[in-house]
């Protein structure tokens, strides 16, 4: 199997210039799948004209966006300034959705912070042409490891709607598992619990998912250089009950190209936007990467393996930097 990780593409200014070389886009240019189902363009959300250019006259029923949530990782904007930004994106959305669509944010709250930016921002969206629908807590087993607080272990999505789109898990069971026993009654003067009621493992679509498994490195899905990859269960799951086949879904924060890939798989059409050449070049490969071999990500892998392999200055880089040695694959008979 291949060794070959990645540290944070998004801490390593002088890594990221390396891998420019070996990027399709440059600021302001668009992929447009030879399949004819997808876009990926490299834009700024901040580049509306641009941005509704590459739609050309077409409307999403889905919006699926992960911003930086303004802590942890990317630049830390001043709050005020980070909503303002905000407003200006979910502006644009607005624009690009349908009369009936439906939108969902990955957003933070730091803890040391009064919880920013999640409070100004749900504030924010009041006046932002969306209906409130859901908060969705996601387990997010990463965490920060502490031992004088309780550990950050949720990740927030928060689920808006514009007119009234169809919500498609209503009747049905998801595959969330059924952990905890609940609903006591007593059916024919026996106490029942709903694990004797219903025969289904699973439970009807509620908003904290437990059941979602982080990204690590040992997972074929996982893009080492990636940081803030969101699981694909999670976006499949969103896809599924907010949108039909052949859909146009939008994602204006590409990073790993976690909401293209879905779409592929679940056959929506996907328009996906990254202010960084490195990103859009990722999220490129890994549509291609699951078209030829049907893999996800790359494990321990990375999407720039082959050129790093022959880039005697970039290997040199990862071996001083980090003592990461590239290496040729080891073929066992
Ligand atoms: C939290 S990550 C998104 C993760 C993604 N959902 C995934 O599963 O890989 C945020 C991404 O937003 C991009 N980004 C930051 N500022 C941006 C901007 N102004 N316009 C467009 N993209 C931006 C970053 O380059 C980064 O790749």
Redesign the pocket.
Known sequence: MINAPLPRI?LDDELRNYLLEYCRLKPGETWNDPEKKHKVAC????DNQQIKKIFEGRKASLAIH???YNFI??EKKKLEKFISWCKVWIKLTNELLDENSSLYV?LGADQNSHFQPLPQFMQMMEDSGFESKSFVTVRNQRGYGTQKNWMAIRQELLFYTKGNPKFYVEADYTDIPKILKGYYKTVNGKETDNFERSKSEFIRAGNVWVDIQQVFYRMEENVNG?F???PLTSIQRIVNASSAKNDLVID????????LLACEQLERRCIT????SV?CEITIRRLEQFRNKKLTGWQNSNPFYQEILNDKKIKKYLSDKYEIKIQEEKVTS
């Open positions: 998004d834009l700024g959300v901040e992960d911003p930086p990782a990317f990955w990636c803030a990859q969101k204006f924060f590409s990073h790993s190209g976690t909401t936007i990254d202010i960084d990103f």
